[in-house]
Protein backbone atom coordinates (compact mmCIF):
# COMPACT_ATOMS: atom_id res chain seq x y z
CA UNK A 1 0.00 0.00 0.00
CA UNK A 2 1.50 3.48 -0.72
CA UNK A 3 1.91 5.69 1.76
CA UNK A 4 0.59 8.56 2.71
CA UNK A 5 2.59 11.31 1.60
CA UNK A 6 2.62 14.59 4.42
CA UNK A 7 3.65 17.77 3.55
CA UNK A 8 4.56 21.36 4.82
CA UNK A 9 1.51 24.05 4.11
CA UNK A 10 3.02 26.51 7.01
CA UNK A 11 5.46 27.82 8.80
CA UNK A 12 5.97 30.64 11.57
CA UNK A 13 8.95 31.29 13.46
CA UNK A 14 10.90 33.14 16.21
CA UNK A 15 14.25 33.46 16.84
CA UNK A 16 17.31 35.57 17.46
CA UNK A 17 17.54 36.21 13.53
CA UNK A 18 14.06 37.67 13.25
CA UNK A 19 10.65 37.19 14.26
CA UNK A 20 9.16 35.69 10.77
CA UNK A 21 10.16 33.33 8.19
CA UNK A 22 11.73 35.78 5.81
CA UNK A 23 13.28 37.75 8.21
CA UNK A 24 15.34 35.31 10.55
CA UNK A 25 16.14 33.12 7.17
CA UNK A 26 17.73 36.16 5.56
CA UNK A 27 19.92 36.71 8.17
CA UNK A 28 20.88 33.32 8.66
CA UNK A 29 21.48 33.22 4.62
CA UNK A 30 23.66 36.23 5.30
CA UNK A 31 25.45 35.15 8.09
CA UNK A 32 24.29 37.77 10.42
CA UNK A 33 24.04 36.69 13.76
CA UNK A 34 21.67 36.95 16.18
CA UNK A 35 23.81 36.98 19.21
CA UNK A 36 24.33 39.87 21.56
CA UNK A 37 25.15 41.17 25.34
CA UNK A 38 21.69 39.99 26.90
CA UNK A 39 19.73 42.88 27.59
CA UNK A 40 16.46 41.81 29.09
CA UNK A 41 17.65 41.03 32.42
CA UNK A 42 20.85 41.81 34.25
CA UNK A 43 23.82 39.71 34.18
CA UNK A 44 25.92 41.05 36.32
CA UNK A 45 26.08 38.62 39.06
CA UNK A 46 27.36 35.80 36.19
CA UNK A 47 30.12 34.96 34.47
CA UNK A 48 27.99 34.59 31.06
CA UNK A 49 26.88 37.71 29.49
CA UNK A 50 25.65 37.01 26.32
CA UNK A 51 22.69 35.06 24.15
CA UNK A 52 21.04 34.94 21.56
CA UNK A 53 18.05 36.57 22.31
CA UNK A 54 14.30 37.32 20.51
CA UNK A 55 13.91 41.03 19.75
CA UNK A 56 11.19 43.36 19.48
CA UNK A 57 8.49 41.08 21.12
CA UNK A 58 5.70 42.07 23.46
CA UNK A 59 3.77 39.05 24.49
CA UNK A 60 1.04 41.36 25.19
CA UNK A 61 0.75 41.96 21.42
CA UNK A 62 -0.27 38.24 20.80
CA UNK A 63 -1.58 36.92 24.48
CA UNK A 64 -3.42 40.18 25.77
CA UNK A 65 -2.04 41.91 28.84
CA UNK A 66 -3.88 39.63 31.38
CA UNK A 67 -3.25 35.76 29.60
CA UNK A 68 0.68 37.07 29.39
CA UNK A 69 0.64 37.32 32.97
CA UNK A 70 -0.82 34.37 32.98
CA UNK A 71 1.64 32.13 30.75
CA UNK A 72 5.16 31.49 30.75
CA UNK A 73 7.86 33.46 28.19
CA UNK A 74 8.15 29.13 26.44
CA UNK A 75 4.16 29.54 26.15
CA UNK A 76 3.83 33.39 24.55
CA UNK A 77 7.22 32.16 21.90
CA UNK A 78 4.99 29.49 20.83
CA UNK A 79 1.81 31.06 20.65
CA UNK A 80 3.38 33.60 18.76
CA UNK A 81 4.88 31.12 15.92
CA UNK A 82 1.57 28.90 15.95
CA UNK A 83 -0.35 31.66 14.78
CA UNK A 84 1.81 32.55 12.03
CA UNK A 85 2.27 29.24 10.77
CA UNK A 86 -1.31 29.00 10.50
CA UNK A 87 -2.26 31.89 9.33
CA UNK A 88 0.36 31.36 6.28
CA UNK A 89 -1.22 27.76 5.96
CA UNK A 90 -4.19 29.34 5.14
CA UNK A 91 -6.29 26.58 7.01
CA UNK A 92 -9.77 27.39 8.70
CA UNK A 93 -10.66 25.82 12.13
CA UNK A 94 -14.24 25.18 11.69
CA UNK A 95 -16.65 22.58 13.87
CA UNK A 96 -16.55 20.20 10.55
CA UNK A 97 -12.81 19.71 11.08
CA UNK A 98 -10.88 20.64 14.45
CA UNK A 99 -11.19 16.69 15.29
CA UNK A 100 -8.80 16.15 11.86
CA UNK A 101 -6.38 19.07 13.21
CA UNK A 102 -4.05 18.32 16.50
CA UNK A 103 -1.06 20.13 17.71
CA UNK A 104 2.36 18.35 18.52
CA UNK A 105 4.38 21.37 19.94
CA UNK A 106 7.49 20.39 22.77
CA UNK A 107 9.99 22.30 24.93
CA UNK A 108 13.33 20.69 26.40
CA UNK A 109 12.84 22.64 29.64
CA UNK A 110 9.33 24.09 29.63
CA UNK A 111 8.76 26.87 31.41
CA UNK A 112 11.65 26.92 34.06
CA UNK A 113 11.84 31.18 34.33
CA UNK A 114 8.17 30.65 36.26
CA UNK A 115 9.88 27.68 38.26
CA UNK A 116 13.10 30.25 39.35
CA UNK A 117 10.32 33.06 39.71
CA UNK A 118 8.29 30.91 41.99
CA UNK A 119 11.16 29.36 44.34
CA UNK A 120 12.54 33.11 44.64
CA UNK A 121 9.05 34.14 46.01
CA UNK A 122 8.81 31.07 48.22
CA UNK A 123 12.44 31.24 50.02
CA UNK A 124 11.95 35.39 50.00
CA UNK A 125 8.42 35.48 50.80
CA UNK A 126 6.84 32.33 52.31
CA UNK A 127 4.49 29.53 50.94
CA UNK A 128 1.45 32.62 50.17
CA UNK A 129 3.53 34.05 47.95
CA UNK A 130 3.91 31.34 45.29
CA UNK A 131 1.50 32.01 42.17
CA UNK A 132 -1.36 29.40 41.83
CA UNK A 133 -1.11 29.71 38.17
CA UNK A 134 3.26 27.65 38.85
CA UNK A 135 2.62 24.55 38.30
CA UNK A 136 0.15 25.06 34.64
CA UNK A 137 3.14 28.01 33.59
CA UNK A 138 5.63 25.50 34.09
CA UNK A 139 4.13 22.25 32.78
CA UNK A 140 5.97 21.10 29.48
CA UNK A 141 2.52 20.76 27.47
CA UNK A 142 1.27 24.31 28.27
CA UNK A 143 1.92 25.43 24.89
CA UNK A 144 0.79 22.77 23.02
CA UNK A 145 -2.30 22.95 25.26
CA UNK A 146 -2.74 26.33 25.44
CA UNK A 147 -2.28 26.94 21.00
CA UNK A 148 -5.51 24.34 21.11
CA UNK A 149 -7.20 25.96 23.25
CA UNK A 150 -6.92 29.06 21.11
CA UNK A 151 -7.49 28.03 18.01
CA UNK A 152 -10.09 24.83 19.00
CA UNK A 153 -7.85 22.01 18.04
CA UNK A 154 -9.19 18.58 19.02
CA UNK A 155 -7.23 16.90 17.33
CA UNK A 156 -3.80 14.13 18.57
CA UNK A 157 -2.47 16.86 20.98
CA UNK A 158 0.96 16.32 23.30
CA UNK A 159 4.35 17.53 24.06
CA UNK A 160 7.69 16.08 23.20
CA UNK A 161 10.71 16.28 25.47
CA UNK A 162 13.84 15.11 24.11
CA UNK A 163 16.16 17.88 25.26
CA UNK A 164 17.88 19.16 21.87
CA UNK A 165 16.29 16.67 20.12
CA UNK A 166 12.36 17.89 20.75
CA UNK A 167 11.97 19.63 17.59
CA UNK A 168 13.04 17.09 14.85
CA UNK A 169 11.15 14.74 17.47
CA UNK A 170 7.74 16.62 17.36
CA UNK A 171 8.08 17.03 13.63
CA UNK A 172 8.99 13.63 13.23
CA UNK A 173 6.23 11.77 15.00
CA UNK A 174 3.44 13.94 13.57
CA UNK A 175 4.39 13.05 10.33
CA UNK A 176 3.93 9.31 11.64
CA UNK A 177 0.55 10.08 13.24
CA UNK A 178 -0.71 12.02 9.50
CA UNK A 179 0.93 8.41 7.75
CA UNK A 180 -1.28 6.25 9.90
CA UNK A 181 -4.40 8.45 9.71
CA UNK A 182 -4.78 9.58 13.19
CA UNK A 183 -4.97 13.28 11.56
CA UNK A 184 -5.18 15.37 8.45
CA UNK A 185 -2.94 18.10 9.52
CA UNK A 186 -0.77 18.61 12.70
CA UNK A 187 0.89 22.18 13.79
CA UNK A 188 3.94 20.50 14.98
CA UNK A 189 7.50 22.10 16.36
CA UNK A 190 8.91 23.22 19.66
CA UNK A 191 9.45 26.28 21.26
CA UNK A 192 12.34 27.39 24.02
CA UNK A 193 12.58 30.22 26.92
CA UNK A 194 16.10 28.70 28.66
CA UNK A 195 17.65 31.81 28.56
CA UNK A 196 17.20 32.13 31.89
CA UNK A 197 19.86 33.12 34.58
CA UNK A 198 19.49 29.59 36.82
CA UNK A 199 19.39 27.95 33.32
CA UNK A 200 23.26 29.95 31.91
CA UNK A 201 24.20 29.33 35.68
CA UNK A 202 24.29 25.33 35.12
CA UNK A 203 25.75 25.95 31.65
CA UNK A 204 28.18 27.68 33.02
CA UNK A 205 29.38 25.51 35.59
CA UNK A 206 28.90 22.45 33.38
CA UNK A 207 31.75 24.23 30.89
CA UNK A 208 29.12 23.50 28.54
CA UNK A 209 28.62 27.00 27.09
CA UNK A 210 30.62 29.88 25.39
CA UNK A 211 32.34 32.46 27.85
CA UNK A 212 33.71 34.93 25.10
CA UNK A 213 31.96 37.79 26.86
CA UNK A 214 34.22 40.27 24.88
CA UNK A 215 33.02 39.27 21.37
CA UNK A 216 29.47 37.97 21.17
CA UNK A 217 29.40 37.45 18.07
CA UNK A 218 31.96 35.20 17.40
CA UNK A 219 31.05 32.98 20.53
CA UNK A 220 29.43 30.15 18.16
CA UNK A 221 31.98 28.94 15.94
CA UNK A 222 30.85 24.96 15.01
CA UNK A 223 33.73 23.25 13.73
CA UNK A 224 36.25 25.99 14.94
CA UNK A 225 38.98 24.54 16.30
CA UNK A 226 38.94 27.74 18.88
CA UNK A 227 35.27 26.73 19.58
CA UNK A 228 34.10 26.55 23.45
CA UNK A 229 30.90 25.92 24.18
CA UNK A 230 27.78 26.61 22.66
CA UNK A 231 25.44 29.85 23.62
CA UNK A 232 22.21 29.63 24.99
CA UNK A 233 19.51 30.92 22.76
CA UNK A 234 15.51 30.84 22.86
CA UNK A 235 12.73 31.34 20.04
CA UNK A 236 10.06 28.86 18.48
CA UNK A 237 9.23 27.30 15.05
CA UNK A 238 6.42 25.60 13.93
CA UNK A 239 5.37 24.07 10.70
CA UNK A 240 1.52 23.19 9.51
CA UNK A 241 1.78 19.57 8.89
CA UNK A 242 -0.96 17.83 6.35
CA UNK A 243 -2.11 15.07 4.77
CA UNK A 244 -1.51 15.42 0.75
CA UNK A 245 -4.28 15.04 -0.39
CA UNK A 246 -5.87 17.17 2.08
CA UNK A 247 -3.77 19.96 0.91
CA UNK A 248 -4.50 19.85 -2.70
CA UNK A 249 -8.08 19.39 -2.14
CA UNK A 250 -8.37 22.97 -0.30
CA UNK A 251 -5.59 23.93 -2.82
CA UNK A 252 -2.89 25.03 0.12
CA UNK A 253 0.54 26.29 -1.34
CA UNK A 254 3.25 23.50 -0.62
CA UNK A 255 6.68 24.53 1.26
CA UNK A 256 8.00 21.27 0.88
CA UNK A 257 7.77 17.19 1.38
CA UNK A 258 8.76 15.34 4.65
CA UNK A 259 10.72 12.39 3.10
CA UNK A 260 12.07 10.82 6.39
CA UNK A 261 12.11 10.11 10.13
CA UNK A 262 14.66 8.56 11.58
CA UNK A 263 15.54 8.06 15.76
CA UNK A 264 18.10 6.43 18.52
CA UNK A 265 19.72 6.69 21.61
CA UNK A 266 23.02 6.96 22.38
CA UNK A 267 22.26 4.91 25.91
CA UNK A 268 25.69 6.58 27.19
CA UNK A 269 25.91 9.28 29.04
CA UNK A 270 23.50 12.00 29.89
CA UNK A 271 25.26 15.26 28.56
CA UNK A 272 28.03 13.68 26.24
CA UNK A 273 27.68 11.73 22.83
CA UNK A 274 28.78 8.70 21.54
CA UNK A 275 32.41 9.65 20.26
CA UNK A 276 31.98 7.02 18.32
CA UNK A 277 29.02 8.86 16.07
CA UNK A 278 27.42 5.11 16.26
CA UNK A 279 23.73 6.30 18.06
CA UNK A 280 23.72 9.66 15.59
CA UNK A 281 24.56 7.58 12.32
CA UNK A 282 22.30 5.25 13.02
CA UNK A 283 19.42 7.96 13.29
CA UNK A 284 20.71 9.30 9.99
CA UNK A 285 20.88 5.55 8.24
CA UNK A 286 16.55 5.15 9.46
CA UNK A 287 15.67 8.26 7.96
CA UNK A 288 17.69 7.88 4.74
CA UNK A 289 15.85 4.35 4.69
CA UNK A 290 12.46 5.34 6.20
CA UNK A 291 12.51 8.40 2.66
CA UNK A 292 13.56 4.87 0.44
CA UNK A 293 16.81 7.22 -0.33
CA UNK A 294 20.69 6.66 -0.57
CA UNK A 295 22.86 9.03 0.76
CA UNK A 296 24.27 10.65 -2.83
CA UNK A 297 20.52 11.81 -2.99
CA UNK A 298 21.07 13.93 -0.07
CA UNK A 299 21.64 17.66 -1.27
CA UNK A 300 22.53 19.42 2.10
CA UNK A 301 22.95 18.57 5.89
CA UNK A 302 22.04 20.99 8.30
CA UNK A 303 24.06 19.78 11.40
CA UNK A 304 23.43 19.72 14.72
CA UNK A 305 26.78 21.66 14.69
CA UNK A 306 26.38 22.78 18.69
CA UNK A 307 30.09 24.77 18.75
CA UNK A 308 30.77 22.52 21.95
CA UNK A 309 34.16 20.35 21.47
CA UNK A 310 32.47 16.92 21.83
CA UNK A 311 29.41 17.52 19.48
CA UNK A 312 31.11 18.95 16.55
CA UNK A 313 34.14 15.99 16.27
CA UNK A 314 31.41 12.94 17.65
CA UNK A 315 29.02 14.80 14.60
CA UNK A 316 31.68 14.98 11.88
CA UNK A 317 32.45 10.95 12.54
CA UNK A 318 28.72 10.18 12.84
CA UNK A 319 27.56 11.97 9.13
CA UNK A 320 30.92 9.99 7.97
CA UNK A 321 29.68 6.41 9.74
CA UNK A 322 26.54 6.83 8.12
CA UNK A 323 27.37 8.56 4.33
CA UNK A 324 30.61 7.11 3.79
CA UNK A 325 32.44 8.63 1.43
CA UNK A 326 29.71 10.52 0.06
CA UNK A 327 29.84 12.92 3.20
CA UNK A 328 32.57 14.50 1.81
CA UNK A 329 30.81 15.76 -1.26
CA UNK A 330 28.11 16.66 0.81
CA UNK A 331 27.91 20.13 1.79
CA UNK A 332 27.01 20.99 5.79
CA UNK A 333 26.36 24.37 7.57
CA UNK A 334 25.26 24.70 10.68
CA UNK A 335 22.67 27.37 11.31
CA UNK A 336 23.48 27.60 15.18
CA UNK A 337 25.96 30.00 14.53
CA UNK A 338 24.01 32.77 13.83
CA UNK A 339 20.95 31.78 15.77
CA UNK A 340 22.86 30.21 18.97
CA UNK A 341 21.38 27.32 20.53
CA UNK A 342 17.54 26.77 21.04
CA UNK A 343 17.81 23.65 22.93
CA UNK A 344 14.40 22.12 22.61
CA UNK A 345 13.31 24.42 19.66
CA UNK A 346 16.82 24.19 17.76
CA UNK A 347 15.29 21.50 15.42
CA UNK A 348 12.06 23.28 14.61
CA UNK A 349 13.61 26.24 14.00
CA UNK A 350 16.16 24.50 11.79
CA UNK A 351 13.79 22.81 10.21
CA UNK A 352 12.26 26.06 8.49
CA UNK A 353 15.86 27.13 7.64
CA UNK A 354 16.15 23.46 5.60
CA UNK A 355 12.84 24.66 3.67
CA UNK A 356 13.75 27.91 2.91
CA UNK A 357 17.32 26.75 1.79
CA UNK A 358 15.53 24.02 -0.33
CA UNK A 359 13.26 26.67 -1.73
CA UNK A 360 16.03 29.17 -2.53
CA UNK A 361 18.57 26.75 -3.69
CA UNK A 362 20.65 28.05 -1.01
CA UNK A 363 23.44 26.41 1.47
CA UNK A 364 23.25 29.62 4.36
CA UNK A 365 26.90 29.49 6.00
CA UNK A 366 28.91 28.68 9.38
CA UNK A 367 29.82 31.50 10.26
CA UNK A 368 32.98 32.14 12.16
CA UNK A 369 34.22 28.42 11.05
CA UNK A 370 37.92 30.82 10.47
CA UNK A 371 40.46 27.77 11.62
CA UNK A 372 38.62 24.49 10.64
CA UNK A 373 39.03 21.35 13.54
CA UNK A 374 41.61 18.95 11.54
CA UNK A 375 38.79 16.26 13.23
CA UNK A 376 36.14 18.35 11.61
CA UNK A 377 37.23 17.67 8.30
CA UNK A 378 33.88 17.78 5.89
CA UNK A 379 32.60 20.77 3.52
CA UNK A 380 31.17 22.95 6.72
CA UNK A 381 30.29 26.11 4.53
CA UNK A 382 32.92 28.53 6.52
CA UNK A 383 31.77 31.72 6.19
CA UNK A 384 30.03 32.29 2.86
CA UNK A 385 26.62 30.78 2.03
CA UNK A 386 27.08 28.74 -1.60
CA UNK A 387 24.13 28.84 -4.36
CA UNK A 388 23.81 25.46 -5.26
CA UNK A 389 20.74 23.12 -6.35
CA UNK A 390 18.71 21.14 -3.86
CA UNK A 391 16.58 18.20 -3.87
CA UNK A 392 17.04 17.00 -0.08
CA UNK A 393 17.92 18.56 3.08
CA UNK A 394 18.95 16.47 5.89
CA UNK A 395 18.53 18.17 9.55
CA UNK A 396 20.07 16.35 12.25
CA UNK A 397 19.28 16.83 16.17
CA UNK A 398 20.86 15.39 18.93
CA UNK A 399 20.08 15.77 23.02
CA UNK A 400 21.23 15.84 25.61
CA UNK A 401 20.41 11.91 27.32
CA UNK A 402 21.98 10.30 23.95
CA UNK A 403 18.21 11.48 21.85
CA UNK A 404 18.97 11.69 18.27
CA UNK A 405 16.34 12.72 15.81
CA UNK A 406 16.83 13.39 11.72
CA UNK A 407 14.49 14.22 9.41
CA UNK A 408 14.59 15.05 5.48
CA UNK A 409 12.86 17.21 3.58
CA UNK A 410 12.21 17.38 0.32
CA UNK A 411 11.08 19.50 -2.73
CA UNK A 412 7.29 18.85 -3.77
CA UNK A 413 6.74 17.23 -6.86
CA UNK A 414 3.28 16.30 -8.22
CA UNK A 415 4.53 13.13 -9.35
CA UNK A 416 6.55 11.73 -6.31
CA UNK A 417 9.36 12.81 -4.01
CA UNK A 418 12.71 14.44 -5.43
CA UNK A 419 15.31 11.10 -5.69
Not at 72 to 89: C, K
Not at 201 to 212: D, E, G, V, Y
Not at 267 to 295: F, I, R
Request: hydrophobic share 40%; glycine share 10%.
Amino acid sequence: MERTRVVVTGMGILCPTGNTVEEAWANAAAGKTGIGTIQRFDTSHLENHFGGEVKNFDPNEVLGRREARRTDRVTQLGMYAAQAALEDSGLKITDDNRYDVGCIMGSGIGGIGSIFDAVKSFLERGAKAVSPLMVPMMLPDSPSSKVAMTWGLRGPNFAISTACATGNNSIGEATEIIRRGGAKAILAGSTEAGLVEIAMASFNNMTAISRRNEAPEKASRPFDIDRDGFVVAEGAALLMLEDLDHAIARGAKIYAEILGYGQSCDAYHVTAPLETGEGAAKAMELALENANLKPTDISYINAHGTSTPLNDKSETVAIKRALGETAYEIPISSTKSVTGHLMGAAGAVEAVFSIMALRDNFVPPTVNLDNQDPECDLNYTPNVGVKRELKTVMSNSFGFGGHNAVIIFGKYEQNGHTT
